[in-house]
């Protein structure tokens, strides 16, 4: 028997809930060519053969269908709060029933959400009016008949909203491990479902990017090749970093409002060195207009328009006294290897990048350490008033991979980490296990993720986002 939902407030808006619906299961017919096609998938996905998961098909309500059962309720769901309801999730006892929840907002606004929400759809809530002043976003886990409700942003500049005095730590950024690796490639490679464009029109904010520097070098050259370790990222042929570059600035200076913290590591096969990357970076592409290259965390503010370097390789003699002799980009060089928690020598990032997931099993010793640090992040506190006031970034990997084992490349872990760190996120982040609150201003961190946006599932990205809401707002 599932249990009587609860519903989390994740928003900074009072919502009431005024009305329960319960509708019987939506009939599809016994033979569906789309059933088929998704059987095939699901075997050749499980012998290894594609790259392809896809989350259980819940198909639409019928505008003309009716409720079998209705009930006026007027339960208050106050801002950051979760209530338990007397709602049951299934009356009839048939697993495929729907469930309709109506939400009403302070100014009158009505908002309704099916349970679970169909996987075509987006996860925006239904806004009974036109032109409504607010939207919000509802996630149903169906295990635990548990509801989050976060109030919606535009996806493509939900950092429009948040004031510009707020610490880039301060915020919870969505990013993407090895970001361009949407290419067809070995399952051991590709670590995305979806382009790095379709990724910022989604929200993603932080891109983790891997490059070989040209050999034999040329100091002339900006033709630095996109790597995954030493493989290239496609079966077809290199791709370029100057390429996905031109896609990051088109977006920027579309979207000015919004910055990207890019993360720049040196791999591949070649003999080029961290100190001939850095050359590259600083003499063809670092404009300061469009970068920020200080050695320091900026404000938001100071970043919006901008890609903000991370920087995690070694710099030559010249670049060490950029700045004022204080450096060149934020110092991510040094970092403790395969950890659970780490703080870099520079202060200004602590990471959680435990990635040797040898066996299946271990995937529940990676879940609990991205939880772990969720939690850290989360708990920080920061007084936006005080110029000097400084939190870390807090770079919560997701990903994990074992190149020899098939049941632990990079989308069979992100099938089980990314929805256990969504369950999470809207249950349990800052929330004691007597369900006291915790102190902390909420931040998840740069949360950076395998296979978001698979089948038009951005429920990370979207939980990730949604956490901003206690933020100060210009």
């Not at 609860?6 to 939506?26: A, G, M, T």
Request: with cysteine; hydrophobic share 35%; net charge negative.
């Amino acid at each position: 028997m599932s249990p009587d939902v609860k519903i989390r407030n994740l928003s900074d808006k009072p919502l009431k809930l005024v009305l329960i619906e319960h509708f019987d299961p939506v009939q599809t017919g016994a033979f569906q060519i789309h059933n088929v096609t998704r059987s095939l998938a699901s075997v050749t996905n499980s012998i290894g053969l594609t790259n392809a998961t896809t989350r259980a098909n819940v198909p639409q309500i019928s505008p003309d269908s009716q409720p079998f059962q209705t009930r006026e309720v007027q339960i208050d769901l106050p801002p950051f709060s979760v209530v338990q309801t007397d709602v049951k999730p299934i009356v009839k006892n048939h697993a495929k029933e729907r469930l309709r929840l109506t939400f009403q907002t302070e100014l009158g606004g009505r908002h309704r959400m099916y349970c679970p929400v169909p996987t075509a759809e987006s996860h925006s809530l239904e806004a009974l009016a036109d032109n409504p002043r607010m939207r919000f976003t509802g996630i149903y886990l169906p295990d635990e008949s548990f509801v989050a409700l976060y109030e919606s942003s535009d996806l493509e500049r939900w950092m429009d909203r948040i004031d510009d005095k707020v610490p880039l730590g301060a915020l919870s950024v969505p990013g993407t491990h090895n970001a361009p690796t949407c290419h067809n490639a070995p399952p051991s490679v590709r670590c995305q479902a979806v382009s790095p464009v379709e990724q910022l029109k989604n929200g993603v904010r932080f891109f983790d990017i891997r490059v070989q520097v040209p050999e034999p070098f040329d100091g002339g050259s900006d033709k630095l090749v996109l790597v995954h370790s030493v493989f290239p990222i496609s079966l077809t042929g290199n791709k370029y970093f100057r390429d996905l570059y031109n896609e990051c600035r088109k977006f920027l200076d579309e979207h000015p409002s919004e910055t990207l913290i890019m993360s720049m590591k040196r791999e591949g096969s070649g003999k080029g060195t961290d100190e001939q990357l850095g050359r590259v970076l600083k003499d063809h592409y670092t404009n300061p207009n469009q970068w920020w290259t200080r050695p320091w965390l900026p404000r938001l503010g100071e970043a919006r328009g901008k890609i903000v370097l991370i920087r995690r390789f070694n710099l030559e003699e010249g670049l060490k006294h950029e700045w004022d002799n204080k450096g060149w980009g934020i110092d991510g060089s040094v970092w403790a290897d395969n950890t659970p928690n780490a703080m870099c020598p520079s202060g200004d990032i602590c990471v959680q990048d435990f990635y040797e997931v040898k066996e299946a099993p271990s995937i529940d010793q990676k879940i609990t350490y991205c939880r772990e640090h969720l939690e850290r992040s989360g708990c920080c506190r920061i007084n936006y008033d005080d110029e000097h006031a400084k939190i870390p970034l807090y770079i919560n990997f997701l990903s994990a991979s074992n190149f020899w084992n098939v049941g632990t490349w990079p989308e069979k872990i992100a099938a089980k980490v990314n929805p256990a760190i969504v369950a999470h996120t809207c249950t349990k982040h800052m929330l004691e296990d007597d369900g006291r609150v915790k102190e902390g201003d909420w931040s998840t961190g740069i949360v950076v993720c395998d296979w978001v946006g698979l089948d038009g599932d951005w429920d990370l990205v979207r939980c990730v986002v949604g956490m901003n809401s206690k933020l100060p707002r210009r």
